[in-house]
T-cell receptor
Framework: GNSVTQMEGPVTLSEEAFLTINCTYT??????LFWYVQYPGEGLQLLLKATKADDKGSNKGFEATYRKETTSFHLEKGSVQVSDSAVYFCALMRAGGTSYGKLTFGQGTILTVHP | SAVISQKPSRDICQRGTSLTIQCQVD?????MFWYRQQPGQSLTLIATANQGSEATYESGFVIDKFPISRPNLTFSTLTVSNMSPEDSSIYLC????????????FGPGTRLTVT
């Protein structure tokens, strides 16, 4: 079946540090991949996405590249800010047919950035 | 994007009672889904809300426990029936916009506590 595995958290960084949150997946076919973010007290927001191999999604300084050979979609940011403190979810959308639109989520990674 | 509202935003309910959660979108959507986020956990898909027909449930979820309606393109309800403390969760609706590129947007969630 489909599954998403994220690195264990929580992750604590100082401001301006480099961020990597690892995400690997198992899926049949060619899923689309997403990163969602949940800021404290807010709903889930789409951060970035990639729909095919070697695509790079980017938004707000965050990037992730769809690596089919390693079944990975790691999230990176070169210099984090305190305002990036949130829970980050990696997700895949099953490919086509009756599975279209259905998201499978990783367990989430809590990121805390200190000044 | 779209504006998605959910009612109620939170509730505290007695064991054995039922609660109906509403989801309203301000745009035309192709697909609507209901997810559950248990405390400290990731999101799990409950079902796909199908317009004018019975919802499609994921493994582990049944219609008697989580009846869903979707009378039109922009509105859906989820009922949590005969509640127990294990049903304490955040319930979220999500949508895929008509004419969009498959991105899924989430409502703010309904935080349910069962005592």
């Amino acid at each position: 079946g489909n599954s998403v595995t994220q690195m264990e958290g929580p992750v604590t960084l100082s401001e301006e540090a480099f961020l990597t949150i690892n995400c690997t997946y198992t899926a049949t076919g060619y899923p689309s991949l997403f990163w969602y973010v949940q800021y404290p007290g807010e709903g889930l927001q789409l951060l970035l996405k990639a729909t095919k191999a070697d695509d790079k999604g980017s938004n707000k300084g965050f990037e992730a590249t769809y690596r089919k050979e390693t079944t990975s979609f790691h999230l990176e940011k070169g210099s984090v800010q305190v305002s990036d403190s949130a829970v980050y979810f990696c997700a895949l959308m099953r490919a086509g047919g009756t599975s279209y639109g259905k998201l499978t989520f990783g367990q989430g990674t809590i990121l805390t950035v200190h000044p | 994007s779209a504006v998605i509202s959910q009612k109620p935003s939170r509730d505290i309910c007695q064991r054995g009672t039922s609660l109906t959660i509403q989801c309203q979108v301000d745009s035309q959507v192709t697909m609507m889904f209901w997810y559950r986020q248990q405390p400290g956990q990731s999101l799990t898909l409950i079902a796909t809300a199908n317009q004018g027909s019975e919802a499609t449930y994921e493994s582990g979820f049944v219609i008697d426990k989580f009846p869903i309606s979707r009378p039109n393109l922009t509105f859906s309800t989820l009922t949590v029936s005969n509640m127990s403390p294990e049903d304490s969760s955040i319930y979220l609706c999500s949508v895929v916009l008509l004419g969009g590129r498959g991105e899924q947007y989430f409502g703010p969630g309904t935080r349910l506590t069962v005592t």
